[in-house]
C-alpha cells in the first residue's frame, strides 16, 4: 500500500519541486497583482473561470510529473511554507507590502465615482452599484465615499442620515438666521 502512495516519487525530486513551486509561487503572484484586485465575493463569471483552471493549469508546473500523494503533500508543504515566508517579509518591510499588495483606491467621494478609478481597476458602474447592494447600500446615493483595499474588498462610508428631529433642529437654526436678517 505504501507503494501506491510514494509511485513515481523520489526524494531527489524534493529540490526541483521546491524550485519549481517558488517559480510558479512567483509567476501567478505577479500575475494576478497585475490582474487587478476583485475579491471572490466580486469575481464575474469569466474570473472565476480563470481562477479554476489556474490551478490545473500550474499544477504539473509546480510538482513535475509526480502524481503521488508524498509528492502532492511536499509540493503543498513548500507553497504553504514560500506563503508564510512571504508574508512575514512583508509584514517586517512595509514598502515590499505595498509593491506586492498595492495600495488603496478611492472609487467614489462626495458620492460621485471616479471614472478613472474605476476604469483603471476595470469595475463598471453595474459591477460597483452591485457591490454595494450586497453590503446594503441602495447605491452611490447612500454613500459618500468608497475605496477599494488592495486585497479587493470595498470600503464604503455611508452618507449621514438625517433623522426628523436633524432636519426640525435645522429648519429651527434657518428660521433664527431668517429672523436676524430681517
Given amino acids: 500500500m505504501l507503494g501506491d502512495l510514494t509511485e513515481g516519487f523520489t526524494w531527489i525530486d524534493v529540490g526541483d519541486k521546491a524550485i519549481r513551486t517558488l517559480a510558479v509561487y512567483g509567476a501567478l503572484l505577479l500575475l494576478l497583482r497585475l490582474a487587478g484586485r476583485r475579491q471572490i465575493g466580486q469575481l464575474s463569471t469569466f474570473d472565476f473561470v480563470v481562477t479554476l483552471l489556474l490551478s490545473n493549469v500550474v499544477q504539473n508546473a509546480s510538482i513535475g510529473p509526480d502524481n503521488s500523494l508524498i509528492g502532492g503533500l511536499v509540493g503543498a508543504g513548500i507553497l504553504i511554507a514560500v ?12 514598502r515590499m507590502e505595498r509593491d506586492l499588495r498595492g495600495t488603496s483606491r478611492t472609487l467614489v467621494r462626495d458620492g460621485h465615482p471616479n471614472e478613472d478609478a474605476l476604469r483603471r481597476e476595470l469595475i463598471t458602474r453595474s459591477e460597483l452599484n452591485a457591490a454595494l447592494r450586497r453590503q446594503g447600500y441602495r447605491g452611490l446615493d447612500a454613500v459618500e465615499e468608497v475605496v477599494l483595499e488592495p486585497e479587493g474588498t470595498l470600503d464604503v462610508v455611508p452618507r449621514e442620515q438625517m433623522t426628523i428631529e436633524d432636519v426640525v433642529r435645522r429648519l429651527d437654526e434657518i428660521e433664527v438666521l431668517l429672523r436676524r436678517r430681517i
Avoid at 83 to 94: D, G, I, M, Q, S
Fill in 83 to 94: 506563503n508564510f515566508a512571504v508574508a512575514y517579509f512583508v509584514w517586517h518591510n512595509p
